[in-house]
């Protein structure tokens, strides 16, 4: 697998990771008990999207930046 492979790979596994964990923390808190399940997600992904996705785009770029700094000091 070349370098530029695994850091994509990296990048988007990280990426969705680290969405899904925000998804858990900020979590859409005004949930009524009666909320169904398909609500509770739709709400949780919607909800702070913007921040959610700009701390994931951070998070994912230095994980996805590792192989390359690792690949110019081995040269």
Do not use: H, N, Q, W
């Amino acid at each position: 697998m070349s370098k530029k492979t695994l850091s994509l790979f990296l990048f988007v596994i990280s990426f969705v990771v680290t969405y899904s964990l925000l998804c858990l923390v900020y979590t859409g808190g005004k949930m009524a008990l009666e909320a169904t399940t398909f609500d509770y997600i739709r709400v949780a992904i919607i909800y702070m999207a913007l921040f959610k996705t700009i701390v994931s785009l951070v998070v994912a770029s230095v994980v996805g930046a590792i192989p390359m700094i690792i690949g110019r000091r081995k040269e």
